[in-house]
């Protein structure tokens, strides 16, 4: 007797599967219910997550401001990744307790990472990753945490290891944005587009000027100008992190400087730098060395007033006090190779006189070359051309040595020329008199060493007169009787056959206050020499700043 295959329930029958078959059906059934427990486990685990992102959110934040004393941190955000074994960080917010307002820093995002390369090579460190950290400071802000950092000069890893407790490998920060302000109306100085990368940053402890990290950083200065950054770093010296680096400054507008320069009565108002050099800064060594220093198109007044005096006098001491820190310090080195100023303006204003009066130097041509502040870097060098008030051609030349005990140097300078005229409101503010026509020349010579200076200043005038019908017929009787006088007096002053009035004051003596930086003491020494030989008889009128 014969089946027939032909019938359905005989053909489909599942007894007439061979074993094989019916193992295959099993296991896909199997693979089936694995996958929906899968699934399952998924779905629960990502509910759960859900709800595991706020509390790990409020521990992190808990985290960070226990770590930072000073601070209060916010995050808007956590996002756990439990496949990667990443963090997620959104929108932290840091405030200063002291000035909370504006909020210090605002991080767009902060991921945290394992490291899987150096996991590879049996290393558990952790990455970085700072999108968008915009950092603004204010004064207040910025004495603050002059003061706070040696209190929590350790935190800052401590709070990245509290977040994500793994030892840091390596940080990384994206589109950074820092601005400064000095005071609510003055404009704001900003760093934007800071791109930061900083390798080797585990906990690896290295002698001293050792650097074991590789960073790099760069950043856009002041909308136009461009800083480079390249070296290497210890993040964990003591007490200070260190680091070692070639930097690179390029077209630094330097008139976004003037809210800074202000404070010290420098109006700075046009100029550009570019520099290239080399920084170690570390606990053992501190070494600024820049290659070249290039300045051009600068235009820069010191603005005296009778307000601002105790202001300068402080800032004279501060100058001076750092200078004698700086000279010839054992871990300081301070240095130029060459440095040059082209096509610059720098000028003294004097708001305190009736009438005031502004001395200028035009068309700068400045040469400098190996300034330090150590001797056995050798001397410092500098050369000046110019033209006094835009009229006269002037000429420097000095040579400076780093000061021991007092300042130590040699300067020569020349004016040739000058049209007297320009110097009508200085003549005014001290004599009370209008040059109507003649030259003015000067030359002077002096060094300075172990206290004593020695020296001349010898000005010259030709055909100068005081008196001229035209330009003082607006004046009154007695000023035009003054001036006859003073003319009268030149006249008997002339001691050559071509017309020229001249008068030597010597400078030779010694230096009242060993302790004054070399420049105040240039600056006292001309303004004293200045007074006593160029206006000799024009004292008449002379009205003494108190």
Not at 17 to 34: D, H, I, L, N
Not at 349 to 375: C, D, H, K
Request: aromatic fraction near 8%; charged fraction near 20%; proline fraction near 5%.
């Amino acid at each position: 007797m014969s089946v027939r295959t032909d019938d359905p329930q005989t053909a489909y029958s599942p007894n007439s599967f061979p074993a094989a078959s019916r193992s295959k059906v099993q296991t896909r059934r199997m693979w089936r219910w694995a996958v929906v427990a899968c699934a399952a486990l998924i779905l629960v685990a990502g509910l759960a997550l859900r709800f595991i992102d706020e509390p790990l959110r409020v521990y992190a934040e808990r985290q960070l401001n226990s770590h930072l004393a000073g601070y209060t941190f916010h995050i808007g955000a956590l996002d756990f990744h439990p496949i990667g074994l990443s963090v997620d960080l959104e929108n932290v917010i840091v405030l200063q307790d002291t000035h909370p307002d504006p909020p210090l820093a605002h991080i767009a995002e902060w991921h945290a990472s394992i490291h899987w390369k150096a996991l590879l090579s049996g290393r558990l460190v952790s990455d970085h990753i700072i999108d968008r950290p915009v950092l603004h400071f204010t004064r207040p802000q910025a004495v603050q945490e002059l003061k706070e950092a040696p209190a929590h000069k350790e935190s800052w890893q401590e709070a990245l290891f509290a977040v994500y407790p793994l030892q840091i490998n390596e940080l990384t920060i994206n589109d950074g944005d820092v601005t400064y302000r000095e005071n609510p109306a003055s404009k704001p100085l900003r760093l934007t587009s800071i791109q930061v990368r900083a390798e080797n940053i585990r906990n690896v402890r290295s002698k001293p000027l050792q650097y074991p990290s590789p960073v790099q950083i760069e950043a856009i200065v002041f909308d136009g100008g461009r800083f480079n950054l390249n070296g290497r770093a210890d993040f964990l010296a003591e007490p200070s992190m260190g680091i070692d680096a070639d930097i690179v400054l390029r077209n630094i507008n330097l008139a976004d400087l003037l809210p800074l320069t202000a404070q010290r009565q420098i109006q700075l108002t046009q100029g550009s730098l570019t520099a290239t050099g080399h920084v170690e800064l570390a606990p053992a060594a501190q070494e600024i060395r820049l290659t070249s220093l290039n300045l051009h198109d600068v235009k820069a007044d010191f603005v005296h007033a009778v307000r601002t005096k105790p202001q300068e006098q402080r800032t004279a001491q501060q100058v001076s006090q750092t200078a004698a820190k700086a000279a010839n310090h054992p871990t300081l080195l301070l240095r130029i190779d060459q440095g040059k100023i082209e096509r610059s303006e720098f000028g003294f204003v004097n708001e305190a006189t009736s009438p005031s009066y502004r001395m200028f130097i035009s068309g700068t041509a400045m040469e400098l070359e190996n300034w330090s502040n150590q001797l056995s870097e050798g001397t410092a060098r500098v050369s000046l051309n110019g033209m006094l008030m835009g009229s006269g051609a002037m000429k420097i030349a000095g040579a400076f040595r780093p000061e021991l005990d007092s300042p130590d140097f040699d300067l020569s300078v020349k004016v040739i020329k000058t049209q007297v005229k320009t110097l009508n409101r200085l003549l005014r503010a001290y004599g009370g008199i209008d040059a109507a026509g003649g030259l003015f020349s000067l030359f002077s010579e002096m060094s300075v060493k172990n206290g004593t200076v020695k020296g001349y200043l010898k000005p010259l005038f030709k055909d100068v007169t005081f008196y001229d019908p035209q330009q003082d017929r607006d004046k009154g009787m007695l000023n035009r009787i003054y001036e006859k006088t003073i003319n009268a007096l030149a006249e008997i002053l002339k001691n050559t056959p071509r017309d020229e009035v001249a008068a030597k004051t010597d400078l030779s003596g010694t230096v009242d206050n060993p302790q004054a930086s070399t420049w105040e003491l240039v600056l006292t020494l001309f303004q004293n020499a200045f007074f006593d030989a160029v206006l000799p008889g024009l004292e008449g009128k002379v009205r003494h700043e108190d």
